[in-house]
């Protein structure tokens, strides 16, 4: 299969990586990034979640930065929303897509979001069908597509089953979630395969976290497979403070670097990518997570 001429990245940083983190970050902070990202050419940035503030404490403020943040035209904003009250805080916002996430390990979807999998499924349908009413698109997330941090091995058919689920509710994309990093490109591309077996590849979405290093790896397995949306996370945005050595997404400069290389177009302009990802790491007072940030910082070509 030739690789595809243009692909979509979803800079998911905003949301799945600042989740993450444990100290304060101001709102304004959050809405500059958000800004800056989509000055550099990003169409899609995930802003944050509507969920329970116990459990993700960072994300309480996300309808404050879906407030101030400036829309561009063209642009997609979304949030994560996992339930009905999840979703009405979301359209009180004026957010225009939302996602839904699944698991498809039973002990990863018990302490994500405190339900089974196929209770979680349930609790869905009311969202996807409000959301539809009211002319929001609904994308749907599978988390441990390639591995559990508590059960391990996570077989490519239960996978396809959850996705299956997700789309025929109603979901216009899956995200298949490797959120552990565990993942390798002969899995992926399997992975992709099964799944693909229900749903067209081109409603398929990447979402590698870089843990073991695989992911851009695994990204090119998936071009190889017909798959041209990748979620990614600016610098490398994310890794839970409590799991030693968890990382975040895969940084979004360091996969449109080897997307231009590939001479795929992405819209996105890596030098102010590049100077978004130095602005936030400045804020949080951390090490930036891209290879190719670190080396274009270093050379002085991010200007
Ligand atoms: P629960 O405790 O079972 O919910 O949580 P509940 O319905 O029993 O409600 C309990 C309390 O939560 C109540 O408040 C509700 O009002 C409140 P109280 O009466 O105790 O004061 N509540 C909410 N508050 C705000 N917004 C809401 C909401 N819903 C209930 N939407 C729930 C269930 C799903 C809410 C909870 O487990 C939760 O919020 N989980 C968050 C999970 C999360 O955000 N995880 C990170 C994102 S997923 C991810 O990172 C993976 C991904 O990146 C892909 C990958 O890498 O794999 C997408
Ligand atoms: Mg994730």
Same mark, same amino acid.
């Given at each position: 299969?030739?690789?595809?001429?243009? =692909? $979509? %990245? @979803? *800079?998911?940083?905003?949301?799945? +990586? !600042?989740?993450?983190?444990?100290?304060?970050?101001?709102?304004?902070? &959050? =809405? $500059? %990034? @958000? *800004?800056?990202?989509?000055?550099? +050419? !990003?169409?899609?940035?995930?802003?944050?979640?509507?969920?329970?503030? &116990?459990?993700?404490?960072?994300?309480?403020?996300?309808?404050?930065?879906?407030?101030?943040?400036?829309?561009?035209?063209?642009?997609?904003?979304?949030?994560?929303?996992?339930?009905?009250?999840?979703?009405?805080?979301?359209?009180?916002?004026?957010?225009?897509?939302?996602?839904?996430?699944?698991?498809?390990?039973?002990?990863?979807?018990?302490?994500?979001?405190?339900?089974?999998?196929?209770?979680?499924?349930?609790?869905?349908?009311?969202?996807?069908?409000?959301?539809?009413?009211?002319?929001?698109?609904?994308?749907?997330?599978?988390?441990?597509?390639?591995?559990?941090?508590?059960?391990?091995?996570?077989?490519?058919?239960?996978?396809?089953?959850?996705?299956?689920?997700?789309?025929?509710?109603?979901?216009?994309?899956?995200?298949?979630?490797?959120?552990?990093?565990?993942?390798?490109?002969?899995?992926?591309?399997?992975?992709?395969?099964?799944?693909?077996?229900?749903?067209?590849?081109?409603?398929?979405?990447?979402?590698?976290?870089?843990?073991?290093?695989?992911?851009?790896?695994?990204?090119?397995?998936?071009?190889?497979?017909?798959?041209?949306?990748?979620?990614?996370?600016?610098?490398?945005?994310?890794?839970?403070?409590?799991?030693?050595?968890?990382?975040?997404?895969?940084?979004?400069?360091?996969?449109?670097?080897?997307?231009?290389?590939?001479?795929?177009?992405?819209?996105?302009?890596?030098?102010?990518?590049?100077?978004?990802?130095?602005?936030?790491?400045?804020?949080?007072?951390?090490?930036?997570?891209?290879?190719?940030?670190?080396?274009?910082?270093?050379?002085?070509?991010?200007?």
């Amino acid at each position: 299969m030739s690789l595809p001429k243009t =692909v $979509r %990245l @979803v *800079d998911v940083g905003p949301r799945d +990586g !600042l989740q993450n983190e444990s100290q304060p970050i101001d709102i304004a902070d &959050k =809405v $500059r %990034l @958000v *800004d800056n990202l989509s000055a550099a +050419g !990003l169409s899609h940035i995930e802003v944050g979640s509507f969920v329970s503030p &116990k459990w993700v404490p960072q994300m309480a403020g996300s309808a404050q930065v879906f407030a101030a943040i400036q829309r561009r035209s063209g642009v997609s904003y979304s949030a994560l929303t996992p339930n009905m009250q999840g979703l009405e805080a979301a359209l009180e916002a004026g957010v225009r897509e939302v996602a839904v996430f699944a698991a498809a390990s039973e002990a990863f979807s018990q302490r994500n979001i405190n339900c089974s999998i196929a209770e979680s499924i349930e609790r869905f349908a009311p969202v996807l069908e409000t959301a539809q009413q009211a002319g929001v698109r609904v994308r749907g997330y599978i988390s441990c597509v390639l591995g559990c941090p508590y059960q391990g091995e996570v077989s490519s058919e239960q996978v396809a089953i959850v996705a299956r689920e997700l789309y025929a509710m109603g979901c216009f994309e899956i995200s298949l979630g490797d959120t552990i990093g565990t993942g390798t490109p002969g899995k992926t591309r399997a992975l992709i395969e099964q799944v693909a077996t229900h749903i067209p590849r081109e409603q398929l979405a990447g979402h590698f976290h870089d843990t073991y290093g695989q992911a851009l790896a695994n990204i090119y397995a998936s071009l190889l497979e017909g798959v041209s949306v990748f979620d990614s996370s600016v610098a490398g945005l994310g890794g839970c403070p409590y799991a030693k050595g968890a990382t975040g997404n895969v940084a979004t400069e360091d996969v449109v670097y080897l997307l231009h290389g590939l001479d795929i177009n992405t819209g996105i302009d890596l030098p102010l990518l590049v100077q978004a990802g130095a602005r936030i790491n400045g804020v949080l007072g951390r090490e930036n997570g891209s290879r190719v940030a670190r080396a274009m910082l270093s050379a002085g070509t991010h200007t």
